[in-house]
């Protein structure tokens, strides 16, 4: 593998596009309000690093914007701020809630318990969040099978290797992204036990980890200059620092996370470095939560969307997994089937 180091660049440009990011979590808005406008009104409140991750919180937006679509709702799309609090989280959705929007969707897992806490104050308002299960007969929890979709990943990263070597990059070393890790690590080991995983995280407990792509690309970096050939990152807005850095360093490949940021606009100019994403289907999520709203037949509960049913998937833009379609789909089908049960949690 040809070493082609775009470290300093990398960092650079990431470092505007973080602070980029934050400044405009500042503002509240960033779509149309729904003042007077006779239209039902949606509320979203993204995670760090806004709608334009290319990843996460993108995904999100796809279903909102589908659902202004279709629907004809009007959607208010709010962003986090890194180091917020409960507290500041609990604002903003209380915000939302006053000004009448119906869903409000909280988007990331640290949203759980705002949710909770503001859904009883206003019973006659659906709530939902995603990647957690909040408490409340009027909100609806979304979580996904990423370990599964990672499982997928690793069969991949396994079959591709030319070094031997692959790695994972987590923003966050919680149990969530741990679900990740975990999936990933078994399909690999489980399609060819002398391959190596190095296992990385930007932070141990620090939600800058998806907001902070230049760390992330110091990362790759380090892994990169150990032989690792295919590296799957797991971090939100982080992985466009992981992705330029790799898309450097001829023969490497990148694994995406969330949307499939190989059809991302942002991401374009590395397309031909990511082999393929874990795609999770936010976006149906979040437009089933609000047509549920607007039949007057709002969900409520939990909802895990799996591998079986699409909820979480290995995306084919590129045509680079093309040849591996037959062990892919044998994956799946066994994942399916029962035959073989992913980790959630690494060992």
């Not at 082609?4 to 960092?11: M, N």
């Not at 279903?63 to 903003?92: C, F, H, P």
């Not at 990263?157 to 890790?181: C, D, R, W, Y």
Request: hydrophobic residues 35%; contains cysteine; proline residues 3%.
């Amino acid at each position: 593998m040809r070493r082609v180091s775009r470290l300093a660049a990398t960092v650079a440009v990431s470092a505007v596009l973080a602070l980029t990011a934050s400044a405009c979590g500042e503002s509240s808005t960033e779509s149309n309000e729904n003042e007077e406008s006779g239209e039902l009104g949606v509320g979203i409140a993204f995670d760090v690093g806004g709608r334009n991750d290319h990843s996460f919180n993108e995904a999100a937006a796809r279903g909102g914007d589908r659902a202004e679509e279709e629907l004809g709702v009007s959607i208010d799309y709010q962003t986090a701020r890194n180091g917020e609090t409960d507290a500041d989280r609990v604002q903003r959705l209380t915000s939302l809630a006053q000004e009448g929007y119906n869903p409000v969707i909280g988007v990331g897992y640290l949203y759980g318990n705002a949710i909770t806490e503001v859904a009883a104050d206003f019973p006659d308002t659906t709530f939902g969040v995603v990647d957690s299960v909040p408490e409340g007969d009027n909100t609806y929890g979304m979580t996904f099978a990423e370990h599964e979709g990672s499982y997928l990943a690793g069969v991949a990263a396994a079959l591709t290797t030319q070094t031997g070597s692959v790695g994972f990059i987590g923003g966050v070393e919680n149990p969530l992204i741990q679900k990740f890790e975990a999936g990933f690590v078994q399909g690999v080991e489980e399609t060819d036990p002398e391959i190596t995983v190095d296992v990385n995280y930007l932070y141990r407990d620090d939600d800058r980890g998806f907001n902070d792509p230049a760390r992330a690309a110091e990362q790759a970096d380090g892994m990169l200059g150990r032989d690792v050939d295919v590296i799957y990152t797991a971090a939100g807005s982080s992985g466009q620092g992981s992705i330029e850095q790799i898309a450097g360093v001829e023969g490497a490949w990148a694994i995406g996370v969330d949307s499939d940021q190989y059809q991302q606009p942002g991401l374009a100019e590395y397309q031909n470095s990511i082999l393929t994403s874990v795609v999770k289907g936010v976006d149906v999520a979040v437009y089933d939560l609000i047509e549920s709203v607007v039949n007057e037949e709002p969900l409520t509960g939990h909802h895990e969307y799996t591998l079986a049913e699409g909820g979480v998937s290995l995306a084919t833009s590129g045509g680079f997994i093309d040849d591996l379609a037959p062990q892919l789909e044998e994956a799946t089908q066994r994942i399916a089937d029962g035959e073989v049960t992913v980790r959630d949690t690494p060992q």
